[in-house]
């Protein structure tokens, strides 16, 4: 495999690590992709991961070699192997080329993210998995769409009836369908999820960030008037723009237009609530991008 300048992490050993307790049972559960939420069992000594039919469990993406990556289970621990992989795999962000996987790590193979997990209960884990899916985001981990949805309809009903601000801000990356065809689909996933790592730090704890859909994000900005949503998304255009955006060593730059709009007396539901941020998002992508219209 050609090194592209990534950092590979090698954990210990199998043979040091043989007297730490592992649970009789583990899965892999998709948390982004295809097959959303189905459940891997891994009671089989090894399981091949990668883009050939004969993988026992096969991911048909372009970015995934035929035999990607395997999963080893020693019945004192589960080990996860690359197998030579054009693109790599990683575990909670880094590229490795074997690693001891510990309940609720982060498996990427291509574009498909599974979670690790491992207990006395399994299927009390997997379910609880299932219900988080209803809610986050698998390759952000942030809000998705679903929730974001319903949170904004209960907080409009709550600005309605005890006559408080609502602000809504709505923004989506510039130019982002370049980003993919220029670096490619992995690149793109990168952007989307290092943006949203950046936005998540920035926020107050009552305010909600959401993926809406592709590379378009929205916050629910509860008791906040329109100067200063207009202030807070131009900051976080600001924090965008300044953000380090570096994939494979590569340094990608990444701005967002952004549009915002507050609650008025118009504003029947959520749905109107959003197109109403939308139209400016579109005014400012029309202004020539990286800017904030409100």
Do not use: W
Not at 45 to 63: L, N, P, W
Not at 85 to 109: A, P, Q
Not at 245 to 262: C, H, K
């Amino acid at each position: 495999m050609t090194d592209t300048g990534r950092s590979k992490t090698v954990v210990t050993a199998i043979s040091k690590i043989s007297d730490r307790p592992v649970a009789k049972e583990a899965c892999l559960v998709v948390i982004y992709g295809l097959e959303l939420g189905k459940k891997f069992n891994l009671t089989r000594s090894q399981m091949i991961i990668g883009r050939s039919s004969k993988a026992d469990v096969q991911i048909d993406q372009e970015a995934v070699s035929r035999n990607h990556c395997k999963i080893l289970n020693t019945g004192n621990a589960v080990l996860l192997r690359d197998m030579g992989s054009t693109n790599g795999t990683y575990v909670n962000d880094e590229m490795i080329d074997e690693y001891v996987l510990r309940d609720g790590d982060f498996i990427k193979v291509g574009r498909c993210i599974f979670k690790f997990l491992s207990g006395n209960n399994i299927e009390n884990a997997y379910h609880e998995e299932i219900y988080r899916l209803t809610t986050v985001d698998g390759l952000t981990q942030i809000f998705n769409r679903r929730y974001f949805v319903e949170t904004l309809e209960r907080e409009i009903g709550r600005a309605l009836r005890y006559r408080r601000e609502l602000s809504l801000i709505m923004f989506d990356v510039d130019r982002f369908k370049t980003v993919n065809d220029t670096h490619g689909h992995l690149a793109g996933d990168y952007v989307l999820k290092h943006l949203a790592s950046v936005i998540r730090a920035r926020i107050r704890r009552e305010d909600v960030l959401a993926r809406y859909g592709g590379e378009e994000f929205g916050i629910v900005l509860p008791e906040i008037d329109n100067y200063n949503a207009m202030q807070f998304a131009e900051k976080v255009r600001r924090l965008i723009e300044q953000a380090d955006f570096r994939f494979e060593d590569l340094l990608i730059p990444v701005t967002v237009s952004v549009g915002v709009a507050s609650l008025r007396g118009e504003v029947g539901d959520a749905l109107e609530f959003i197109k109403a941020a939308d139209d400016n998002l579109f005014a400012a992508k029309e202004a020539g991008r990286n800017r904030v219209v409100g």
